[in-house]
């Protein structure tokens, strides 16, 4: 399974830094970036507070895709 996300693009909506967000959401600056990067699977509390701070939902800005083509 792979992971992705949108909130490079939806921090760009709201002119936000990696660093305006993490602040935000109560993390570093890298944790961001892995996030950005894929690198770093959220919890589901940084995933919604996340979401909640880009005003977006979960669903928008985290993309899991399975590669396997199994459910």
Do not use: C, W
Not at 12 to 32: P, S
Not at 33 to 59: C, M, Q, W
């Amino acid at each position: 399974m792979t992971f992705k996300t949108r909130i490079k693009e939806f921090r760009a909506r709201f002119d936000m830094t990696q660093e305006d967000l993490a602040k935000k959401v109560g993390v570093r600056r890298e944790t961001i970036s892995f996030l950005e990067r894929g690198k770093y699977n959220p919890s589901l509390k940084l995933a919604h507070e996340v979401s909640k701070a880009l005003n977006t939902s979960i669903d928008e800005l985290f993309i899991f895709d399975d590669e396997d083509g199994e459910d």
